[in-house]
């Protein structure tokens, strides 16, 4: 096994760390007027207002939608919902803040004291979320190329004001496994319940790792830095092990850590200090004057809670207890277009076709093959291949209709071309020899010609499988495979 930098600082050191995640809510309009959040590849300050702008008596609006979405992503963790909620102001000045503060909330967040359950290497692990609240995005700094007095900064205000959930982990994530399984699974849950698009990359969810270390067997907190720029989930744990890395060894040697704003350098591979941590008390926090608190009536919590659909945990839980391994749920529930497929073949699977088994290795396998080759029209227009019939071949395997090995070049024809299955089946002509006395005339025939396998095979030596392979040949593929194997041992070992 080998042992990282990081691993050997943890032997001495214990890693608290704690996650904070900014999701874009997919919400039509921004979160206090009515500009449109779709600017993704539009022109420049295209989609903006004298809110968003922060022009000076512009009155915000609360986006219903946004509220929405925050709830139900509290109720899907399991979270307390208050009945009042209300906004604060949060002052400080940068170039993309027009307004010279940022509306959030701060005392009473829309849901408190959650929790997602995620699988690691070493196990189950529940992560706890302090809270989830809204609050509005700022604007987007252009950094012009060039340098010294040519160089030019601009600012496009589209993205100013679109609606923006900050998620908060208490302290109590061990490792960075941890940290980005829990970011993995939020995405999902985020995405399966419809409230964010969550693609790291695009910036629609944005990870930050808060990361100190205490000497094992101690309580207090180590002083933490705050690690920003993580665009993918690779890269959170990996500047997590970064920092436990470069924090161990400053401790080892005595050097003090501060309170800083890091930022993650994917090139490098190391984070760079950005900037002295803010404290609360930097920012001022003040009730938002222009907004009323917001009530939030059980009828509209039951209402939102009644609107969920399946959660990724519970589809886990149902595809196990179909009969899956947890490895393929997992597999399947994190991938939409293989969920969309498992769910499509299974419901059209009917009472004695395929196991879901089956149908789930097909999804994970030859199907999911077949889309990343582009040679699947699955669930396409007319001509395509279909659930019902990709059910009827998978059925006709497992049901020993059709061999494996020719159900496969069934599916895969099916998968290319749309041949309806029942043309595909009446073509592939009578189905295996599963008459075990035919087998048996083969069998035999292939034992008197094959002395020399017969010795190595009561010698002990792995020849079944030559045995298997010479019938196989003999029947043309029309054998069960499987069923020639046992046969060809009962055969020998009687001989024997
Ligand atoms: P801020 O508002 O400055 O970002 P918070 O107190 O809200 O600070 O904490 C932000 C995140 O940092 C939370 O996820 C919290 O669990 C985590 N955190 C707090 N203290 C520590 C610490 N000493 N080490 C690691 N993470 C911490
Ligand atoms: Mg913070
Ligand atoms: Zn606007």
Redesign the pocket.
């Known amino acids: 096994m080998t042992t990282t930098a990081a691993d050997a600082v943890l032997e001495r050191y214990e890693a608290v760390i704690g996650i904070e995640i900014h999701c874009q809510l997919r919400t039509n309009s921004?979160m206090f007027?009515g500009?449109s959040t779709a600017y993704d590849g539009a022109a420049p300050n295209t989609h903006?207002?004298p809110?968003?702008l922060g022009l000076p008596g512009a009155l915000p609006v609360i986006n219903r939608q946004a509220v929405e979405y925050v709830i139900a992503t509290g109720l899907a963790i399991g979270a307390q919902i208050p009945e009042r909620t209300q906004w604060e102001r949060k002052n400080y000045f940068y170039p993309d803040l027009p307004k010279g503060y940022q509306i959030s909330q701060y005392a009473i967040p829309l849901a408190a004291y959650g929790r997602l359950a995620i699988e690691t290497s070493a196990g189950p692990f529940v992560v706890e979320i302090r809270r989830a609240h809204l609050e509005e995005d700022t604007a987007k700094l252009v950094h012009g190329e060039g340098g010294g007095a040519d160089r030019t900064t601009l600012v496009d205000f589209n993205r100013s004001?679109a609606p923006l959930m900050e998620v908060v982990t208490e302290p109590t994530i061990r490792t960075g496994e941890q940290a980005r399984r829990y970011a993995e699974e939020l995405q999902l849950l985020l995405r399966a319940i419809g409230v964010s698009d969550a693609d790291m990359e695009r910036g629609q969810m944005r990870v930050e790792a808060n990361v100190s270390l205490r000497p094992r067997g101690t309580e207090p907190f180590g002083t933490r830095v705050e690690v920003k720029n993580m665009n993918s989930f690779r890269s959170v744990e990996r500047a997590i092990a970064y920092e436990i890395e470069r924090q161990g060894h400053a401790l080892d040697n005595g050097e003090p850590l501060v309170m800083e704003t890091r930022g993650w350098d994917d090139g490098r591979q190391l984070t760079y200090r950005m900037r002295a941590k803010e404290t609360s008390e930097d920012y001022r926090y003040f009730p938002e004057p222009d907004l009323p608190p917001l009530r939030v009536d059980a009828g509209w919590v039951s209402a939102v809670r009644a609107a969920l659909p399946e959660l990724p945990s519970a589809r886990r839980a149902r595809y196990a207890a179909l009969g899956l391994g947890a490895y393929d749920a997992a597999v399947i529930t994190a991938d939409a277009t293989m969920t969309t497929a498992f769910e499509a073949i299974t419901a059209a699977a009917g009472v004695d076709a395929a196991p879901a088994k089956e149908v789930a290795n097909f999804v994970t396998g030859a199907h999911a093959k077949a889309l990343k080759a582009g040679d699947a029209n699955f669930l396409g227009t007319a001509g395509a291949s279909t659930p019902a019939g990709i059910a009827t071949l998978l059925g006709a395997i497992a049901s020993g209709l059709v061999t494996r090995q020719v159900g496969r070049d069934l599916l895969d024809r099916h998968l290319s071309d749309g041949t309806p299955a029942s043309n595909l089946l009446a073509a592939a002509g009578p189905g295996p020899i599963s008459d075990d006395a035919a087998l048996l005339s083969h069998i035999d025939k292939v034992i008197a010609a094959n002395p020399r396998a017969v010795a190595d095979y009561h010698a002990g030596k792995p020849v079944a499988g030559f045995f298997t392979g010479q019938v196989m040949k003999a029947t043309g593929g029309a054998a069960d495979a499987a069923r020639v194997t046992t046969l060809v041992r009962e055969r020998l070992n009687l001989e024997g």
Request: glycine share 12%.
């Open positions: 921004k007027c500009c903006n207002c809110v968003c004001g």
